[in-house]
C-alpha cells in the first residue's frame, strides 16, 4: 500500500509542475504569435507621400496603425491575398527620419511594429537644361562667352563680300540697259 500512495503523491507533485509549466510555454507562444511585423511599401518615402501597409499577425478583419508621421491613423482591412492592408499618407511637414509605426489588432490580441524612412528631396536648378539637335548643346556648353573674335570676323566678311556680288550685279545690269541691243 505504501508503494501506491507514493506513487499517487509523486503523479499529483509531477502534474501540479508540468501543468502550469506547459500553460506557462503556450501563454509565451500565445504572445509571440500575437506580435508580428508591418511591412511598408515603399520603406523610404518622401514628405507628403503616400505608403501601403501590411499586417498578418490579426486573426481578425480590423486593426488601426498610428506614426507620428501618419497624417492620421490608417484603418486596416482584408486584403484580396489574405491578412490586412492599409493606406497611409506621410505628413508634409514629417521630418527626414526614422519613424516607428504600431497597429493594434481590433477585433483581437496582437500587435505589430515596423518603421519607415521619412527624407526630403529639394530639387534646386544648378544649371540650365543640355537641350538640342545633334551636338549643338555640346557646342552651345563648349563655347559660354558667346560669339568671340573670330566668329564677329567671319560674320563682317561674309556681309562684305555680299555687298560687293550686290554691287556688281547692279552695276551690270545698269551697263546692260545702257547699251544699245543688236
Given amino acids: 500500500m505504501r508503494s501506491s ?10 502534474a501540479a509542475v508540468l501543468v502550469p509549466a506547459s500553460a506557462a510555454l503556450a501563454a509565451v507562444a500565445d504572445n509571440e ?15 507628403g507621400g503616400e505608403v501601403d501597409l501590411r499586417v498578418s499577425v490579426c486573426g481578425g478583419k480590423k486593426a488601426i496603425g498610428t506614426s507620428e508621421a501618419f497624417s492620421s491613423p490608417a ?6 491575398d489574405g491578412g490586412l492592408f492599409a493606406e497611409a499618407r ?3 511637414d514629417a521630418q527626414g527620419r ?19 524612412t521619412v527624407v526630403h528631396h529639394r530639387v534646386h536648378p544648378t544649371a540650365p537644361v543640355r ?18 573674335t573670330p566668329h564677329t570676323l567671319i560674320g563682317l566678311g ?3 563680300v555680299a555687298a560687293v556680288a550686290i554691287a556688281g550685279r547692279s552695276v551690270r545690269r545698269r551697263r546692260a540697259q545702257g547699251s544699245p541691243t543688236d
Fill in 90 to 92: 506621410i505628413r508634409s
Fill in 75 to 80: 484603418y486596416f482591412n482584408p486584403a484580396a
Fill in 131 to 148: 537641350a538640342g539637335g545633334g551636338g549643338t548643346a555640346l557646342a552651345a556648353e563648349a563655347e559660354t562667352g558667346g560669339p568671340g
Fill in 158 to 160: 561674309l556681309a562684305g
Fill in 98 to 116: 526614422d519613424y516607428s509605426i504600431d497597429v493594434k489588432c481590433e477585433d483581437g490580441p496582437g500587435t505589430a511594429s515596423g518603421n519607415v
Fill in 5 to 14: 500512495q507514493l506513487t499517487l503523491c509523486a503523479g499529483a507533485v509531477l
Fill in 33 to 47: 504569435e500575437s506580435h508580428g511585423s508591418v511591412t511598408v511599401t515603399p520603406s523610404t518615402i518622401a514628405a
